[in-house]
């Protein structure tokens, strides 16, 4: 097979174009060849191993060249293979940074108090506060009780005094 | 060799899609559910308005601290010597009160002075709405929103209980 090198310059394009998912089978090959030379800047270090072209895999991509069908389909694979990886990888930490984040943030954000328009944090401080409001709504729930209690009484005199008419 | 391709890279860009979509879920998951429980009341807009005044304290706490009681988010709020904020928390009390459960109201001279509502239940857990206003000894009100996995029973009896023990 004819091999032709293409200069650095349209090697970027085309990486660009292959990392927006449009390259063709021969502009692949084209970044294949680019890619498989020796003493190539370390700039192009990072798509040769996106695109799976390591030193490595060197020998074994040319053995490959023989039979165009698998070559194909191993090479996809690999193209496939390295995006996911660093993808899958870069949620996993995002996630595990933001689940770490909301987990410790969380108290401290979410507990507080406006003291006559001061803003508290302390633990037992909030505690008492908290403590205070419910024994106000305690304390009318007593003096609704006592109302009705009272309530109950005055009902009792007026149903005696009315039996007093009959 | 080309529809191949085009195949591959067509399959590309909806993987990226679905990717970005599960990120995004998995980040609006990472949101506490309670706060937007709470966002959809219109006492909310109560909290919001007078929570920082000089006249006033606001509570707000969340299950890290609430052990105690076994709630998973409280928030209350007492004001002092203020009619209008009074008349404000009663027209969103009206508000929210419509396809909640009525557990206790209290009217006096044609005033709501205790309202006790239970709404509808979210993933969390119960919701309770308490409000009193009392005038005597010094004119004050409790506004308390609570957030809980226990029944409705078990979470007042404690509440308005304790006072009496203590």
Redesign the interface.
Known sequence: MKTTQIPQKEADRLLEKYYD?????AE?RLLQQFLLQDNLPTRYDPDKAILGYFAANKTHTTERSSTPTVT?SLR?RKR?LYPSLI?SGA?AA??TF??TF?YLT??ST????????EKVTD?AL??A??Q?????????????DASVALLDTERDLLNEQLQLFY | MKPQLLRTNAFRRPARILRAGILFLLLSLCLPSHLMAQKGLNIDEAFKRYGKAKNAVMVNMSKEVLEEYDFIFFKSITIKNDPEAANFIRACLAKDEKGAKKIKQVVANGVVTTTYLQLAPVEGGNRLILFNEQVKPTRQLVLIYIESEKETDDILKPLLIKKRTN
């Not at chain 1, 205070?132 to 609704?144: N, R, T, Y």
């Open positions: 998912g449009l390259t063709t089978t692949e194909l996809q496939w993808g949620v995002m996630l933001l689940f909301n969380h108290p979410d507990n507080y108090a406006y003291v006559h328009g633990a909030l505690a506060t908290m205070s409001s419910i024994d106000i709504l305690g304390s009318s729930s007593e003096d609704v």
